[in-house]
T-cell receptor
Framework: DTGVSQDPRHKITKRGQNVTFRCDPISEHNRLYWYRQTLGQGPEFLTYFQNEAQLEKSRLLSDRFSAERPKGSFSTLEIQRTEQGDSAMYLC??????????????FGPGTRLTVL | GQNIDQPTEMTATEGAIVQINCTYQTSGFNGLFWYQQHAGEAPTFLSYNVLDGLEEKGRFSSFLSRSKGYSYLLLKELQMKDSASYLCAPHGYKLSFGAGTTVTVRA
């Protein structure tokens, strides 16, 4: 395991369907983050976990979005009743609780969602 | 809240130097990251500044002035592979990203 992995890498779905993405962080990283990125923009924070506890949710995260990290390792992000505006790249990142003077986040390759 | 401002695009020739400026306002401040992101790929870490001053790391250097809410990333001896988006990310109580500066390196 050399990095953060995400599955699937690409997802095409029809409006109104539910989708679920998975993120496997770097082993022993306590913190896990989800971001959404649209073309020409930087990543927007969605939510983050410290171990299995979800410590913060962005106001961007409507009630159609839910994230879990049940055992403090991998995480899932579910979007219910998808809308065309949900089309974006969904990035996962992880970091150790402390990393010297850095809180560097290591990003996965992302899941690109297209809602038709 | 977070307010991050960086130029949208910059173009330079191979071998040249580029300075990407970033101004920010954050709720709290723990440090500032610069990330590089190639098209269609995930962001990768370049630098992290906590204290004021210049941090040099090979061809890339990053500067921070906390009192001015200002940072810059300096790219020296530009190579074609440096064509990418460069994201300024101040770390307040959470990490926030600017929209990124797309740098195009021309031969």
């Amino acid at each position: 395991d050399t990095g953060v992995s995400q599955d699937p890498r690409h997802k095409i779905t029809k409006r109104g369907q539910n989708v679920t993405f998975r993120c496997d962080p770097i082993s022993e990283h306590n913190r896990l983050y989800w971001y959404r990125q649209t073309l020409g923009q930087g990543p927007e924070f969605l939510t983050y976990f410290q171990n299995e506890a979800q410590l913060e949710k962005s106001r961007l995260l409507s009630d159609r979005f839910s994230a879990e990290r049940p055992k403090g390792s991998f995480s899932t992000l579910e979007i219910q009743r998808t809308e065309q505006g949900d089309s974006a790249m969904y990035l996962c990142a992880s970091s150790p609780t402390t990393s010297g003077t850095s809180n560097e986040q290591f990003f996965g390759p992302g899941t690109r969602l297209t809602v038709l | 809240g977070q307010n991050i401002d960086q130029p949208t695009e910059m173009t330079a020739t191979e071998g040249a130097i580029v300075q990407i400026n970033c101004t920010y306002q954050t709720s709290g401040f723990n440090g500032l990251f610069w990330y590089q992101q190639h098209a269609g790929e995930a962001p990768t870490f370049l630098s992290y500044n906590v204290l004021d001053g210049l941090e040099e790391k090979g061809r890339f250097s990053s500067f921070l002035s906390r009192s001015k809410g200002y940072s810059y990333l300096l790219l020296k001896e530009l190579q074609m592979k440096d064509s990418a988006s460069y994201l300024c990310a101040p770390h307040g109580y959470k990490l926030s990203f600017g929209a990124g500066t797309t740098v195009t390196v021309r031969a």
